[in-house]
T-cell receptor
Framework: NAGVTQTPKFQVLKTGQSMTLQCAQD?????MYWYRQDPGMGLRLIYY???????DKGEVPNGYNVSRLNKREFSLRLESAAPSQTSVYFC????????FGPGTRLTVL | QKEVEQNSGPLSVPEGAIASLNCTYS??????FFWYRQYSGKSPELIMS????GDKEDGRFTAQLNKASQYVSLLIRDSQPSDSATYLC?????????????FGQGTELSVKP
């Protein structure tokens, strides 16, 4: 996971609470991604940013917002968390392929 | 139909055997292909990439690509218990902006001692 960091590693929320997942990369890559991973569902793309200042929806964007703060940082926000958002969240950046951060395990009660 | 499909498994092989993992894709615009390994509770890590038809070998791993038949495979020779993990196949479409990848759902491999 060298080069891509995520915070926090674990989080428990109550339904309706909000939070922001942080991702930072020191690999000087333009493209960054947010995925969620659920058992049996593989990796599903939530949002991505092809370059600083641009963001695009992925496969499952509902209930999430993102901010590409600068070239290094790409944050994912849950405005009103729901139990269906319980998942493991991965941030990734792209050079010749995608490199993943260590993940955030989120539980929404 | 999912754009990238894998058998979810689990695939169980004895130690020392060859493990064969398969992946098919639907979009002929797919250009580059990747195999990631994911241990339980960890993030995916790249183990092989392949861009042209044929075989690519790296140690005990061989990736095979057949664009005409639209499949990619990963062979693991002399399988070890430490190879037990979920293997994700991913494809990059030629027109994808910013390196977006399409992932399969993963195949769970179990290597029995």
């Amino acid at each position: 996971n060298a080069g891509v960091t995520q915070t926090p590693k674990f989080q428990v929320l109550k339904t309706g609470q909000s939070m922001t997942l942080q991702c930072a990369q020191d690999m000087n890559h333009n493209s960054m991604y947010w995925y969620r991973q659920d058992p049996g569902m593989g990796l599903r793309l939530i949002y991505y940013s092809a370059s600083e200042g641009t963001t695009d929806k992925g496969e499952v964007p509902n209930g999430y917002n993102v901010s590409r703060l600068n070239k290094r940082e790409f944050s994912l926000r849950l405005e009103s968390a729901a139990p269906s958002q319980t998942s493991v969240y991965f941030c990734a950046c792209y050079l010749d392929t995608q490199y993943f951060g260590p993940g955030t395990r989120l539980t929404v009660l | 139909q999912k754009e990238v499909e894998q058998n979810s498994g689990p695939l169980s092989v004895p130690e020392g055997a060859i493990a064969s993992l398969n992946c098919t894709y639907s979009d002929r615009g797919s250009q580059s292909f990747f195999w990631y390994r994911q241990y339980s509770g960890k993030s995916p890590e790249l183990i092989m990439s392949i861009y042209s038809n044929g075989d690519k070998e790296d140690g005990r791993f061989t990736a095979q690509l057949n664009k005409a038949s639209q499949y990619v495979s990963l062979l693991i020779r002399d399988s070890q218990p430490s190879d037990s993990a979920t293997y994700l196949c991913a494809a990059r479409l030629i027109y994808n902006q910013g390196g977006k990848l399409i992932f399969g759902q993963g195949t769970e491999l179990s290597v029995k001692p």
